[in-house]
T-cell receptor
Framework: DQQVKQNSPSLSVQEGRISILNCDYTNSMFDYFLWYKKYPAEGPTFLISISSIKDKNEDGRFTVFLNKSAKHLSLHIVPSQPGDSAVYFCAASRTDSWGKLQFGAGTQVVVTP | GAGVSQSPSNKVTEKGKDVELRCDPISGHTALYWYRQSLGQGLEFLIYFQGNSAPDKSGLPSDRFSAERTGGSVSTLTIQRTQQEDSAVYLC?????????????FGPGTRLTVT
């Protein structure tokens, strides 16, 4: 039962343009959401997070938007840089079981010069 | 400081054999997690340890899988009688245990191939 879904397996974007990654979830009990970035042969690294009490969180070039009514979140990267080429995972958790992150399948982002 | 380390980085084993995967968390982190990533899939939660509390084993796929955490630090994930479907990258993560401390720091993973 996939509770966190990333329906776009890949995304290609030109350097300097905006990358928009989408994530949908089905469990309304999720109250914390995270994005992780993964390079080949490395473990995922934390990128940005958002609590369900907010609808936006920004950190430099990265902004996460949360639409609770639609059970949808998105990650915006602007401007995109070649070093952003990686797999991005969306993850969600519940306060009563915060150790159990539920991950999406990931989106491979390729930033072209 | 040192990050999460895992060993071995790669393991090839024959079907039916037992394997042990090791994780050294970041010093001072009280929570430790195991995930696995099968080809083309997202990370799948397996088990997590929080301090001295009983571990949450709800993600373990079968009784062939078990994990221990000795002395609140190093953890070993054991897979008995391995099957081909166990082939995956096994990832360990650790974090501080605090309210809202959701950031998990991941190791590089162990790639397990069962032939």
């Amino acid at each position: 039962d996939q509770q966190v879904k990333q329906n776009s397996p890949s995304l290609s974007v030109q350097e300097g343009r905006i990358s928009i990654l989408n994530c949908d979830y089905t469990n309304s009990m999720f109250d914390y959401f995270l994005w992780y970035k993964k390079y080949p042969a490395e473990g995922p690294t934390f990128l940005i997070s958002i609590s369900s009490i907010k609808d936006k969180n920004e950190d430099g070039r990265f902004t996460v938007f949360l639409n609770k009514s639609a059970k949808h979140l998105s990650l915006h990267i602007v401007p995109s840089q070649p070093g952003d080429s990686a797999v991005y995972f969306c993850a969600a958790s519940r306060t009563d079981s915060w150790g159990k992150l539920q991950f999406g399948a990931g989106t491979q982002v390729v930033v072209t010069p | 400081g040192a990050g999460v380390s895992q060993s071995p980085s790669n393991k090839v084993t024959e079907k039916g054999k037992d394997v042990e995967l090791r994780c050294d968390p970041i010093s001072g982190h009280t929570a430790l997690y195991w995930y696995r990533q099968s080809l083309g899939q997202g990370l799948e939660f397996l088990i997590y340890f929080q301090g001295n509390s009983a571990p949450d084993k709800s993600g373990l796929p079968s009784d062939r899988f078990s994990a221990e955490r000795t002395g609140g630090s190093v953890s070993t994930l054991t897979i008995q009688r391995t099957q081909q479907e166990d082939s995956a990258v096994y990832l360990c993560a650790s974090s501080f245990s605090s309210d809202g401390g959701y950031e998990q720091y991941f190791g590089p993973g162990t790639r397990l191939t069962v032939t």
